[in-house]
């Protein structure tokens, strides 16, 4: 790092840390984005004409207070984010060499209101995470099955009276997708034709009622597998306290003959 890089973050944490002071409402998630793209922008490295390569991997320390705030959002923050890194470095032309991960975590030394982000470049295995957008939000994909209509009872509920109970299901195993129509009254249409079962394709868009659901995927980091743990040491067994100048383990050498050992025990323990 050079020596302007150095007073510019060094600029930035003590702007951060001001404003933090002055203005204690705490991290929205419109700075996190912010700071992740920014950290893209300031990491770029051409690698080539046609190249420019960024870190695939984040780690967002916040203050234990926001902490506590964004984990109260759950996955969907997380979602979100992969998505503004997804759609800025499109923008910007930048190429990752993995998947991509964000990790939020606590920093007990930052003050409420400041943040910050480190970055690397890794390879990862990659993962895919399918996800269906539906109105600007999205809705991860956790199991092979994934029920969609307006009843309580479906795993997604959309508040369209032109949708049925349960009207498709989109089905995902980690790698394809397909949407099943499951019978509803006004059909299901992809690519603006009626369909009763159909495969989709990243980015396909198809419509129940007056609502357009589009699928998504993403690729993520698997974490890395952890370490195997040491094994166990086997318990010592401690053996009792010996007498001056005895082997461990070897029992004491007899004090008495064997005839008068016999004559002790005819005469019932006396001689």
């Known amino acids: 790092m050079g020596l302007l890089d150095s007073f510019e973050k060094g600029l930035e944490r003590a702007v951060n840390g001001a404003f933090a002071r002055t203005f204690r409402s705490g991290i929205q998630p419109v700075e996190i984005a ?123 509920t959309i508040a369209d009276t032109g949708t049925s109970r349960k009207h498709v299901e989109v089905l995902w195993d980690g790698e394809r997708a397909m949407v099943r129509d499951l019978g509803s009254t006004n059909g299901t249409q992809l690519n603006g034709r009626r369909i009763d079962e159909a495969q989709l394709l990243p980015d396909a868009t198809f419509r129940i009622g007056r609502t357009d659901i589009t699928f998504r995927v993403l690729p993520q980091a698997e974490p890395a597998p952890r370490a195997p743990r040491p094994p166990a040491e086997p318990p010592t067994t401690k053996l009792p306290p010996q007498a001056p100048g005895r082997t461990p383990g070897i029992p004491p050498r007899p004090t008495m003959s064997a005839e008068d050992a016999g004559r002790l025990y005819d005469h019932g323990g006396t001689l």
């Open 34 to 156: 912010s700071a992740l793209r920014s950290e893209l922008d300031k990491k770029a490295a051409v690698v080539s004409r046609d190249r420019i390569l960024v870190p695939n991997t984040f780690t967002v320390y916040l203050s234990p207070a926001d902490d506590e705030k964004m984990a109260a959002l759950g996955t969907a923050l997380n979602s979100e984010l992969l998505q503004v890194i997804d759609k800025h470095a499109k923008a910007q032309h930048y190429s990752f060499a993995g998947a991509v991960s964000v990790t939020l975590t606590r920093d007990e030394q930052l003050a409420t209101g400041t943040l910050r982000v480190e970055s690397n470049t890794m390879q990862n295995r990659v993962t895919w995470q399918g996800f269906v957008e539906i109105g600007g939000t999205r809705h991860p994909l956790h199991k092979s099955r994934t029920v969609i209509g307006r009843g309580s009872d479906a795993d997604i």
